[in-house]
């Protein structure tokens, strides 16, 4: 290798080896990430399909692989993994449709309509939106326990559907924005009323955003941990993430290849559906805000 | 303004109704309605005056009883709770603001009709009027419930955090067994002056900031790195290539937080037993020693964010026009130097404000500090974890230690910092803002 610094610096290659030189150093900088990148998904997927439960004994040679872990989280009835999944699609389903309904409307008033106090409401939501809700967790702890909501499924849904609103408004109001209005305004000459135009005009172009509204508002459950930590105690209560991560917090090395195949589960749908919108993604969250 | 009554009476000569005094409208508007009724707009008034009186004999009572005990915060140990003393309190500010805007807005309404009559305005009938009001109150009816949802699931528990920071409510000052009281700056200064506190408030945020500048520093540099390189248009595959370079970002967060605080384990880790011992003989601490946990949670956290970035870096890389570097060869530029005058001035103008929330997103990044040893490993002579950063903190103090209080002080701190960053962030909505860019 040194040599070969050497003799670049001294210019001793035509124009043409320098550069398949180059190239071939890119290739290896990028094989060192590939392996880097892979090797903690490769070795939890392999941890994931080993019989033996226990990290100290664990082997990653696909010889003895198996799909006990997974089978156990389905069918053993000590195994919460189908509860917590039946609570987070509960939670995930309400959520999406709350908060999608709620998010249009809002971004429909401030895309379409110039009112008093817009701009104010405006700001209040690009202010809103830098603070994630986790920052009052003292507050929404105590709160939570006083009325009675703390250890309850909707006392987390609420708190997601609130906390989502400004950002997901910032998202659809930014797509509505881009739709001419002279669309509006002609049905508003036909007389169209305001909900007629809102619901048979803007709500079908506006499609596109509202699915990765829905689809990202349906998705966010399945991978927060915090929120859930906070608000449920129960196992029963527990949804996926939380539920989890108590594997491998109760008796670390014993649970972790159950840990690892329940999120295998969780991770690759998530993955595919990330990978495959993923210029929707971080375009639109790029001109919304980042992912809290 | 006597040229614009001039000019208005030039325009409505017919109609103008110089007597219609909008100050006169304005004043019988401090009792709600009665502006309206002055402006001829009979059921308008009626209805405001009914919506004002209902809300004012409704609400009177609760909001003096609540901002009293907002004061008091109870005075009755066991009886009273002050917990609910102060969110009585708080949905009382909320409504009197709400009183208050409500009202204001009546007195405004009154004064701009009047102005509109003197000059020459005519209300229309009945049903005119009634599609004119829904036409303006729509709006507000579309943003109301999610308004409100904000109201209470936000800014409700935003506002009950930065009033908790002034009380004493902690572990052996809990309310319904006792009364709070307010302390005033106490608690912050508490944090600034004891020992222990402050030893561990100034190692925590000096450990913060750090950890933002140096984690969300290298993921950038990372990203930007990588994305240079597969923007060569020598290299083959470059779609793969993205793909995985992108996957990191796509694995959910906790996932990978979670293998990777097993990789890194002291005794039992393959990064310890595949790697390290058999390369030097000797394992790592990495969550038994604070800094090879500092070292390691940054590189978790590099291998966690890069992605993302070098995916926006990528797209605007490729925008880039290609006159940029021919002109550049032409004058005999290095690649250094079109770096540095080309590539980097266009990836920082185009991303610099999401870059900004980067950082602000690895200042208040728990689910890293938490799942990976859980702030740990503990340090002697402070209340935190030597990885602890002031939002997991905040986070200890709540549900370990029941200092409520104090963790409400230092969130408070945690939001002015952030505020300062949203400051940042708004001068460059304001610099795009001109509609629509938000």
Redesign the interface.
Known sequence: MSKLFERMQKKQFTRKQRSKIEVGLIYLIIAIMFVIIFYPLFWAFAISMNTSSNLYTASLSPENWSLDNYIWLFTNPRSDYLLWYRNTLFVSSVVTVVTTLLVSFTAYAFSRYRFRGRTYGLYAFLLLQMFPVLMAMVALFILLNTIGLLDNLWGLILIYIGGGIPMNSFLVKGYLDTLPKSLDESAKMDGAGHFRIFFQILLPLAKPILSVVALFNFMAPFMDFILPRIVLRSPENFTLALGLYNFVNAQFSNNFSRFAAGAVLIAIPIASVYLVLQKYLISGLASGATKG | MPTDENKNKFEHPVNANLDHSPKKAMLLSLIPGMGQIYNKRLIKGIIIFVLFAAFTVMMVEFIASGLQGLITLGTEPRID?S??FL?EGILAIIFTVFYGVFYY?NIQDAKIEARRIRDGWRAGTVMENFRNA???A???V??G???M??I???????L??AF?AFTNYNLYNAPPRNILQWVGFDNFVRLVTIGEWRTTFFSVLSWTLTWTFVATTLSIALAMF?AI??N?K??KGTRI?R??????????????I???S??F?DN?G?INTDIIMPLFGTSIPWMSSVMWSRIAIIMIQV?LGFP?VY??FS?VLKGISDDWYEAADMDGATKWQKFINITFPHLMFA?GP?LL??Y??NF?N??II??FNEGGPAVRGQSAGGTDIL?SW??NL??TNSQ?SM??AI?LI??LI??T??FF??RR?RSFKD????
Do not use: C, K
């Open positions: 709770d917990r609910v969110i807005f829904w036409d303006t729509f709006p507000y579309l943003i419930p999610g308004f949802l904000l209470f699931v936000v800014i409700l528990p935003l009950f955090m908790l990588l390189l597969t060569d020598r290299l290539i793909t995985v370079l992108i996957l990191p970002w796509a694995v959910p967060g906790f996932v990978t979670i293998i990777f097993a990789l384990n039992f393959a291998w993302y995916a926006l797209g991303t999401i929330t980067q602000t997103f208040n728990f689910n938490y799942l939002i905040v986070y709540t549900f409520y963790a409400a969130s945690l939001g952030v505020a960053f949203a962030q708004f909505s509609e629509g860019n938000f």
